[in-house]
């Protein structure tokens, strides 16, 4: 991975991209500088929430039943009003709201794409002031322009993005985005308040050494899901291990940190929630977007994620991700009668 010294702003890496294409009207560009534009704010609060009264709960349950985080509400209506607010937006859909919001104006009618987010993953690391982030999904409508967005512009496909991204709060704040023509990486300088190109074209390695999956679990999980985490700690250097187990619990973290370095991030469906925990609409489709246009694959252990048909924008969903040939490891094992 080649590390990018030229400075070059967000800004002008969306614009320089434009340029590219003559038809291009720039919403696309200008919903990614909002984007852009919510994730300083969050990034502000969650550098000082030790010292404000933003940690703890918020006292509410979202509609997954889990208990809302006050900086949880903070980023969600970060995200939410800037994208309200802009001219690129015609909807979004959130891990903390019940239903879609659609924004019903003038302009936003004349908007292109709608967007769903989680607005803070990996939010119960907060208080213990572990590395959290935010992740967002962009679809172009499928309803007709200059009317208020649907439902429908919603439930599609993974495959059917224009683009998705995360901005990891971490020891720097960084932003990543996917389009059809590759991943590059911001990260923040506060210098000039400006996320800066820093991770030019990211590639994910084809093979990693780390495994993330939490083994708390390991009884709950598929007989052939436990085999291949056992076949992951008696790796040795004859098989290309050993393997090292690497869990956060914040899965823009982890799958951060295997984008960059290769790995596979692994939350099956248990026992007891057979049909896993993550959200396909906006944690495991974005992230499968952006492994895959870097060179890994994404499944829920059936097929491919981005290829899954949605029913609910709040839908759940097993996920398997990361490095190409651990996934192809994975598959001969888990996908084999």
């Given at each position: 991975?080649?590390?990018?010294?030229?400075?070059q702003?967000?800004?002008?890496?969306?614009?320089q991209?434009?340029?590219?294409f003559?038809?291009?009207?720039?919403?696309?560009?200008?919903?990614?500088?909002?984007?852009?534009?919510?994730?300083?704010?969050?990034?502000?609060?969650?550098?000082?929430?030790?010292?404000?009264?933003?940690?703890?709960?918020?006292?509410?349950?979202?509609?997954?039943?889990e208990?809302?985080?006050?900086l949880?509400?903070?980023?969600?209506?970060?995200?939410?009003?800037?994208?309200?607010?802009?001219?690129s937006?015609?909807?979004?859909?959130?891990?903390?709201l019940?239903?879609?919001?659609?924004?019903?104006?003038?302009?936003?009618?004349?908007?292109?794409?709608?967007?769903?987010?989680?607005?803070?993953?990996?939010?119960?690391?907060?208080?213990?002031?572990?590395?959290?982030?935010?992740?967002f999904?962009?679809?172009?409508?499928?309803?007709?322009?200059?009317?208020?967005?649907?439902?429908?512009d919603?439930?599609q496909?993974?495959?059917?993005?224009?683009?998705?991204?995360?901005?990891?709060?971490?020891?720097?704040?960084?932003?990543?985005?996917a389009?059809?023509?590759?991943?590059?990486?911001?990260?923040?300088?506060?210098?000039?308040?400006?996320?800066?190109?820093?991770?030019?074209?990211?590639?994910?390695?084809?093979?990693?050494?780390?495994?993330?999956?939490?083994?708390?679990?390991?009884?709950?999980?598929?007989?052939?899901?436990?085999?291949?985490?056992?076949?992951?700690?008696?790796?040795?250097?004859?098989?290309?291990?050993?393997?090292?187990?690497?869990?956060?619990?914040?899965?823009?973290?982890?799958?951060h940190?295997?984008?960059?370095?290769?790995?596979?991030?692994?939350?099956?469906?248990?026992?007891?929630?057979?049909?896993?925990?993550?959200r396909?609409?906006?944690?495991?489709?974005?992230?499968?977007?952006?492994?895959?246009?870097?060179?890994?694959?994404?499944?829920?252990?059936?097929?491919?994620?981005?290829?899954?048909?949605?029913?609910?924008?709040?839908q759940?969903?097993?996920?398997?991700?990361?490095?190409?040939?651990?996934?192809?490891?994975l598959?001969?094992?888990?996908?084999?009668?």
């Amino acid at each position: 991975m080649v590390i990018n010294r030229k400075i070059q702003t967000l800004d002008e890496f969306t614009i320089q991209q434009m340029r590219d294409f003559p038809q291009a009207t720039g919403e696309l560009s200008g919903l990614l500088r909002d984007i852009g534009l919510a994730a300083k704010r969050v990034h502000v609060e969650v550098n000082k929430a030790g010292l404000v009264d933003i940690l703890g709960d918020a006292g509410t349950m979202n509609v997954q039943g889990e208990e809302v985080k006050k900086l949880d509400v903070f980023a969600n209506n970060q995200f939410m009003g800037v994208l309200r607010h802009g001219i690129s937006c015609a909807g979004i859909g959130s891990e903390e709201l019940d239903d879609v919001v659609i924004f019903d104006d003038e302009i936003s009618n004349q908007s292109k794409y709608v967007c769903l987010f989680d607005p803070l993953d990996g939010s119960s690391n907060i208080d213990v002031n572990v590395s959290i982030g935010t992740i967002f999904s962009i679809y172009r409508r499928v309803s007709e322009k200059g009317k208020p967005a649907r439902k429908e512009d919603f439930l599609q496909p993974g495959n059917k993005q224009v683009a998705a991204g995360y901005v990891i709060y971490g020891s720097s704040t960084m932003l990543v985005y996917a389009t059809r023509r590759g991943v590059n990486g911001f990260t923040l300088d506060q210098a000039i308040g400006e996320f800066t190109l820093s991770h030019p074209d990211i590639k994910c390695p084809e093979k990693g050494k780390i495994y993330s999956v939490n083994h708390g679990n390991f009884f709950q999980y598929d007989e052939k899901v436990r085999e291949y985490i056992t076949v992951c700690q008696k790796k040795d250097k004859t098989n290309g291990g050993p393997y090292t187990q690497r869990y956060i619990g914040s899965m823009v973290a982890d799958v951060h940190r295997n984008l960059i370095k290769g790995g596979i991030f692994m939350y099956p469906g248990t026992t007891d929630k057979p049909k896993g925990k993550l959200r396909l609409m906006y944690e495991c489709n974005p992230f499968a977007f952006i492994v895959e246009k870097a060179g890994g694959k994404a499944t829920n252990g059936q097929i491919r994620i981005l290829d899954v048909e949605p029913t609910d924008v709040h839908q759940r969903t097993p996920l398997f991700i990361g490095s190409r040939l651990m996934m192809d490891e994975l598959e001969s094992i888990t996908m084999v009668p």
